[in-house]
């Protein structure tokens, strides 16, 4: 069992911040990156339509590759199908993701919060419950970006992104309120981290902003029990899977550096 990978899945490459995260907690377990790019963004799609893509195609890499733990780096996808697919594939070990909004209540100190997501994440009555649950006594603005996940895939590929179009995305995260301002951002995207140094530059304040990847990469951890491969894994063994079929120049440069082979 324990030479099985690890199954990452996204809806492009976003997820890697989770894989790099996991790879420095778990350098010895192989790994399996799967970007639905033939879907993507998924905040483009109707609900019940993703629902069943994303269902099937689970069930599809389950079948192929019989990873060890399922994750999923990916907020839109965990809070639309996260139930579905631990009910189909119960005999599969899933770890989803969800808009940190716990840590996010628990470090503010104006209570004034963001919430920076796709308009997928922002209207799942999932995420308004984490609100009600876990920060009750914040102030907390959802905001949903329409732009942010594809500029962020625009600046991994070419390494550069209008900063004017990352500004006005950001912007209605920071509100003043009776002499308090925004003080933490949720980046409930894995795509997002990688465009945070652009936003820090183009925030009207500095504030904390959050990224979840190391806490999804301690949860995979914790949930293999500490049960270690009989084979040590190296990263040339892992592998990135486009379900488009097509990589250009840039994406296979991409994960290369990521330091994955295409399938």
């Known amino acids: 069992m324990a030479d099985k990978p690890i199954l990452m899945f996204d809806s492009g490459v976003g997820g890697l911040t989770v894989l790099r995260e996991a790879r420095v907690l778990m350098p010895d377990r192989r790994f399996v990156y799967v970007a639905d790019d033939a879907a993507f963004p998924y905040g483009d799609w109707e609900e019940g339509a993703l629902r069943t893509r994303i269902v099937k195609l689970v069930g599809e890499l389950i079948g192929e590759y019989d990873p060890e733990l399922f994750v999923i780096p990916c907020n839109t996808a965990s809070t639309l199908v996260l139930a579905d697919v631990r009910e ?59 732009n942010l996940a594809r500029l962020a895939e625009i600046y991994l590929r070419d390494g550069f992104v209008d900063e004017d179009l990352v500004r006005q995305e950001i912007a209605p995260c920071f509100i003043e309120q009776d002499g308090r301002r925004t003080d933490i951002v949720v980046l409930a995207c894995t795509h997002y981290p990688f465009l945070v140094n652009r936003m820090r530059k183009t925030a009207p304040w500095p504030v904390d902003w959050l990224d979840p990847a190391e806490a999804i990469a301690r949860r995979a951890l914790s949930l293999l029990g500490g049960r270690r491969p009989t084979s040590i894994s190296h990263a040339g063994d892992d592998i990135a899977v486009f379900t488009s079929g097509t990589l250009d120049f840039a994406t296979r440069r991409l994960i290369h550096g990521f330091g994955l082979k295409p399938a």
């Open 88 to 146: 189909a594939y119960p005999a599969t070990p899933f770890v989803g993701t969800v808009p940190a909004i716990k840590p996010a209540a628990e470090r503010t100190r104006s209570g004034l919060v963001s919430v920076l997501a796709t308009p997928g994440t922002v209207k799942r009555q999932y995420t308004r419950d984490l609100i009600t649950q876990w920060a009750s006594k914040c102030h907390v603005r959802l905001v949903g970006s329409q």
